[in-house]
């Protein structure tokens, strides 16, 4: 999954010539929090609203304005995961993307990627989600996935998390809604499951969390 497929037009880069009132109204308007600047397609940076009520010139002109400006960018072609490590790394609600030829191709907002999330953890698929605690020495994905195919069914996503240095927890969504014969054969290879959501448990725990996160993000 790379980030073109979440590219957006639907905000707008600012220009150099904008000046900073317009900016933050485009920020409430858009409820963002920082906003790329481009002119004629070429890059310049990001803009945030913390930086610029703290200089507090708003008739300025953006390219006048003594502001640090930051050049974080993704690229069209890369994968989704170096998109989320940037946008945490940078603390940015929009992330700029370019092109081949390192022109401005649009942005992804934090509130697209929450749009985008229930096709990610194929959240409107009916199933199972079941969550594994193992032993980072014991991880295996091909034994994983050999017990859940054994068991007549498929893995449609699976998340990786590590707890600490020596312990993982494993979320998968299964494409069954009865999962009590995955969870026996998990039981007798010694895997320790933690937590079950069996239909629409899975589905009322998955629209909490996405609600929870838009909370967050007050969108």
Do not use: C
């Amino acid at each position: 999954m790379i980030v073109q497929e979440f590219i957006s037009n639907d905000i707008p880069p600012l220009h150099s010539s904008d000046t900073l009132q317009k900016a933050l109204e485009w920020m409430a308007q858009f409820k963002v929090a920082d906003l790329p600047i481009s002119d004629n397609k070429q890059y310049i940076g990001v803009i945030s609203e913390s930086d610029i009520l703290d200089y507090n010139k708003l008739n300025e002109k953006i390219s006048d304005a003594k502001l640090h400006i930051e050049r974080p960018f993704v690229y069209l072609h890369q994968h989704i995961y170096e998109l989320f490590r940037l946008m945490t790394k940078y603390n940015i609600t929009v992330m700029p993307v370019l092109n081949e030829k390192d022109e401005y191709a649009g942005s992804v907002s934090a509130r697209g990627i929450v749009q985008n999330l229930s096709r990610i953890t194929s959240l409107q698929s009916a199933g199972g989600i079941i969550v594994l605690s193992v032993p980072f020495k014991d991880y295996s994905a091909v034994q994983i996935a050999s017990i859940i195919e054994g068991n007549d069914a498929k893995i449609l996503s699976m998340y990786v998390e590590s707890i600490n240095n020596d312990w993982l927890e494993i979320t998968i969504k299964v494409n069954v809604e009865d999962v009590n014969r995955i969870l026996q054969t998990f039981y007798r290879y010694n895997y320790q499951v933690k937590t079950v959501y069996q239909s629409s448990e899975s589905e009322i725990d998955l629209k909490r969390r996405l609600d929870e996160f838009w909370h967050f993000l007050n969108i």
